[in-house]
């Protein structure tokens, strides 16, 4: 008996050390989750808005680009459950994190070793059509070769007209290598988003509402990033084929100096496991019952809906801008305000939140939502398209963290979430975004 008392005297004494530590405005252990959350999301500013732009470049479709990214979202909706399980049994959740970061960074920079070599561009112009190939070099950049071939006849264009010749089979090879190379990874890599965060909630506990104090570091350094590498691509562009193309190789290169900070900095993290005894009495029936009453149940199909436009908007806002005639330094700047704006809505969120509730964030920011994809569908300016890009920051932001405290608070209240934190459930009303997007990428 005195052994028992002795042992709920220690895990009680624990308990309240990590609450106090949590509580504690810089504690190491806050400080390597906001490092992490800054180099990590550094990375993903450095590559993920310009990676849909080289997929674009190398001559894939819209199409393939969809699929590309929606995969990663269906892996981690199948993954991170099943990693978050062997992670909560095993108690190696630092392992797999590592594990999955070295994954998905490797198939990440294996999509710079497949470039086509069958490309041609065609250049019409009065009395003469100049058939030139185009090369794809080592380094990234794209040049036209010597092998230049003439055919004269009568034309009528003035001035010169260029068109860029694919070799569709060729396109549709590199399509299924990226295609395979991403699930592979993410095979181990699907827990890359899920888990940090998940892990910053159990730190938390009772204190969940303060999780955006933690997650707007990562915008910070998204924000940095994906200004920077934009700041950087822009000098260096060329005209190839009567188009401007870029060095996309740059953004890898970012994101591989990023990430690699980002794993060091896990070697640090302090992670909190349940505690057996009140692990083993835990149900998931409780929980399951809680979710599917009207209120909760409405939130989680809300968020869902938040999570498919987040989803388009992420993948495909730079595709739109580009199309609209930007140049590198307008997605740089679209890029880094947006995320800034997100930052800010990370910061505040806490006020907000605990001011109006988690309910009316939610439905503001799915209100907002629907104004900005309608100007969206309107404007034909790229600064316009820049306004409207940045805009979406704050609505991601504020939607996120009020959607991460909703399913937080509910699986805290039954003590579930200690258990399952690889199971996604501080996310759970955003669980079932990842297979809407992917379904919706598909059509």
């Given at each position: 008996m005195d052994h028992e008392d002795a042992h709920q005297k220690m895990r009680s004494h624990s308990q309240t050390a990590t609450s106090q530590e949590s509580s504690t405005t810089c504690s190491p252990s806050k400080l390597t989750f906001k490092a992490y959350f800054f180099l990590f999301f550094a990375a993903i500013g450095s590559l993920?808005?310009?990676l849909a732009l080289y997929y674009k470049q190398l001559g894939l479709t819209a199409g393939h680009t969809g699929i590309l990214s929606g995969v990663r979202f269906f892996t981690e909706f199948i993954g991170s459950p099943l990693w978050g399980m062997v992670g909560d049994k095993f108690r190696i959740r630092k392992i797999i994190l590592f594990a999955s970061l070295v994954s998905y960074t490797t198939g990440t920079l294996l999509l710079m070793a497949v470039q086509p070599q069958n490309q041609q561009c065609i250049k019409t112009e009065a009395?003469?059509?100049?058939?030139?190939?185009?090369?794809?070099?080592a380094g990234g950049t794209l040049k036209l070769g010597d092998d230049k071939q003439n055919e004269r006849f009568e034309n009528r264009v003035s001035p010169a007209e260029f068109t860029r010749k694919v070799d569709e089979s060729e396109i549709t090879k590199i399509f299924i290598i990226f295609l395979v190379i991403i699930c592979t990874s993410q095979i181990i890599g699907s827990v890359v988003f899920t888990m940090p965060d998940a892990l910053v909630v159990g730190f938390l506990k009772e204190n969940v509402h303060a999780f955006g104090s933690f997650r707007m570091w990562g915008e910070?350094?998204?924000?940095?990033?994906?200004?920077?590498?934009?700041?950087?691509?822009?000098?260096?562009?060329?005209?190839?084929?009567?188009?401007?193309?870029?060095?996309?190789?740059?953004?890898f290169y970012f994101f591989a100096g990023f990430i690699a900070l980002a794993i060091?900095?896990?070697?640090?993290?302090?992670?909190?496991?349940?505690?057996?005894?009140?692990?083993?009495?835990?149900?998931?029936?409780?929980?399951?019952?809680e979710l599917l009453k009207f209120r909760n149940a409405v939130i989680i199909i809300v968020a869902t809906y938040l999570g498919v436009l987040n989803g388009l908007h992420e993948t495909f806002g730079f595709?739109?801008?580009?199309?609209?005639?930007?140049?590198?330094?307008?997605l740089g700047i679209a890029s880094g305000l947006r995320y800034t704006m997100a930052m800010l809505a990370y910061f505040t969120s806490e006020v907000v939140i605990t001011k109006f509730g988690h309910m009316w964030a939610i439905a503001a920011s799915l209100a907002l939502y629907v104004a900005v994809f309608l100007g969206v569908a309107f404007v034909v300016n790229p600064w316009l398209g820049v306004v409207l890009y940045s805009a979406q920051g704050l609505l991601y932001g504020t939607s996120w963290v009020a959607c991460v405290v909703f399913g937080g608070t509910i699986s805290l209240r039954h003590g579930f979430y200690a258990v399952t934190q690889g199971k996604r459930l501080p996310r759970k009303s955003i669980l079932p975004t990842d297979s809407c997007i992917f379904l919706l990428m598909l059509v």
């Open positions: 993920g808005q310009y009395n003469k059509t100049e058939i030139t190939s185009l090369i794809f070099t910070v350094g998204v924000a940095g990033g994906s200004f920077l590498v934009g700041v950087v691509i822009n000098f260096y562009q060329s005209e190839v084929c009567g188009e401007i193309v870029k060095n996309y190789f740059i953004s060091f900095t896990v070697l640090f993290m302090k992670v909190s496991y349940a505690d057996l005894e009140r692990s083993s009495k835990v149900t998931l029936l409780p929980l399951v019952k595709w739109y801008m580009d199309d609209l005639g930007a140049k590198p330094y307008m």
